[in-house]
């Protein structure tokens, strides 16, 4: 209670406050969570700018603190901008080695956000990359609404598709037929509407759901050999 009410003291200080919070960022645990939180929570252009874009940079790779540093650090870049903002956040995006430490739909949510907050062009490939591989959880929902932000449009099937279950807007992919059979099947097992809209496509489902529930199968049966 202590450091939490020096830190909020800190936080009515202004730009008399910008320097020890940022050099801050560098510690591990609870500190750096609740600093990298002031600088998401306080709109750094009006009180630190430019200057706790590098800080926060390197917050980004926190991955071994156990905080949510990294994504208070991506979502505080959102707030700066800036071309090393951006650049930075499209790194983090595209880091897929955080799927295995646990901060995958945090980091990688929080860098699709600011994305679409800064609103730089240059984000749209990489977020549609990122849209098309994890349409299935949060984070590829936050690359979806960021894509909306910046006026993209799905330019093909496969965009359609991913684009209409991360706005689970499931009645045109009916339509859409066999298209989007294999992306249904992958969302499927943690939503019902896309379980229902598989059952109404009928036969031509049928295979392919058949071959995605071997191959569960052959997994669960290899893993005790690993």
Known sequence: EVREGAVEALRKISKVAVEPLINGLANSGVDAD???????????????????????????????????????????????GGTRAVEALIEALE???????????????????????LGDTKA????????????????GSAAAKSLEELGWKPEN????????????????????????????IKKCFDSGEAREILARMGKPAIYPLIKEMKKMLHCRLAMPMV
């Open 34 to 80: 609740i600093l990298v939180h002031i600088l998401e929570q306080w709109a750094l252009e009006k009180i630190g700018g430019t200057r706790a874009v590098e800080p926060l940079i390197e917050a980004l790779g926190g991955l071994s603190a156990p905080s949510k540093m990294p994504a208070y650090a991506a979502a505080g870049l959102g707030y700066i």
């Open 95 to 117: 880091d897929d080695s955080t799927e295995d430490t646990g901060f995958e739909s945090g980091l990688r949510e929080a860098a699709a956000n600011a994305l679409g907050k």
């Open 124 to 139: 749209v490939e990489p977020l549609t990359e990122f849209l098309e591989k994890n349409y299935m959880y949060e984070s």
């Open 157 to 184: 099937e496969k965009q359609k598709v991913v684009w209409l279950i991360t706005k689970g807007d499931w009645e045109p992919l009916v339509e859409l037929g066999e298209a989007a059979i294999g992306p249904l």
